[in-house]
């Protein structure tokens, strides 16, 4: 089946400094990803929707310049948080639709633990 | 626009009973629809998923769920509950359209109690 994976899956860092969380698509070409934020109990929430070779629609309250996406090519995309403070704590996960799959399904990454002291 | 309700925060069953998870949903058109489940720290496992065809969907670990049009419900089922299936159940809708996103209910959390 379908398979999309994080990385990393957990990472801890200083409030100020940036970090990256990459998404990929193993084995299906994805031209479109997800990104969504997960608070503690909380269903998903989405972030932006990002295709390849083209910039990122972001959701509304969603701040562009602070979560920047990349999705350069059909199998991985990059969420970066700059200057990452307390409140970006959270449980962020990836979604990949399937575009040659016969109902555009998506799948999801096993998610990314961020903690930002 | 189309949103997904989950009306119950928790559902707690004894293992061995029956157990439902409960959703309705309000799309244009016909819908896709989907569960998922989530253990903690973890992403998003897919159960199962109505496209077209019988309207009793069965899926991953003994689960099924029903899609009744009339009622816009499509809610998940097991015939016997385990402890281990104690999780964070999610369902979701999509519109049939290619562009159309996946829309999430609020989640249910399931407690199986020996």
């Known amino acids: 089946g379908a398979v999309v994976s994080q990385h990393p899956s957990r990472v801890i860092c200083k409030s100020g400094t940036s970090v990256k969380i990459e998404c990929r698509s193993l084995?299906?070409?994805?031209?479109?990803m997800f990104w969504y934020r997960q608070f503690p109990k909380q269903s998903l929430m989405l972030m932006a929707t990002?295709?390849?070779?083209?910039?990122?629609?972001?959701e509304q309250g969603v701040e562009k310049d602070k979560f920047l996406i990349n999705h350069a090519s059909l199998t991985l995309s990059t969420l970066t948080v700059t200057s990452a403070h307390p409140e970006d704590s959270s449980f962020y996960i990836c979604?990949?639709?399937?575009?040659?799959?016969?109902?555009?399904?998506?799948?999801f990454g096993p998610g990314t633990r961020l903690t930002v002291l | 626009a189309q949103s997904v309700a989950q009306p119950e925060d928790q559902v707690n069953v004894a293992e061995g009973n029956p157990l439902t998870v409960k959703c309705t949903y309000s799309?244009?058109?016909?819908?896709?629809l989907f569960w998922y489940v989530q253990y903690p720290n973890r992403g998003l496992q897919f159960l199962l998923k109505?496209?077209?065809?019988?309207?009793l969907v069965k899926g991953s670990y003994g689960f099924e769920a029903e899609f009744n049009k009339s009622q816009t419900s499509f809610h998940l089922k097991k015939p016997s509950a385990l402890v281990s299936d104690s999780a964070l159940y999610f369902c979701?809708?999509?519109?049939?359209?290619?562009?159309?996103?996946?829309?999430f209910g609020g989640g249910t959390r399931l407690m199986v109690k020996p």
């Open positions: 979701a809708v999509r519109g049939r359209n290619a562009g159309n996103m996946l829309t």
């Open positions: 979604s990949a639709r399937d575009a040659l799959g016969a109902y555009n399904e998506q799948f």
């Open positions: 109505y496209i077209t065809g019988d309207n």
């Open positions: 799309v244009s058109g016909n819908p896709y």
């Open positions: 084995d299906f070409q994805a031209t479109t």
């Open positions: 990002s295709n390849e070779g083209s910039k990122a629609t972001y």
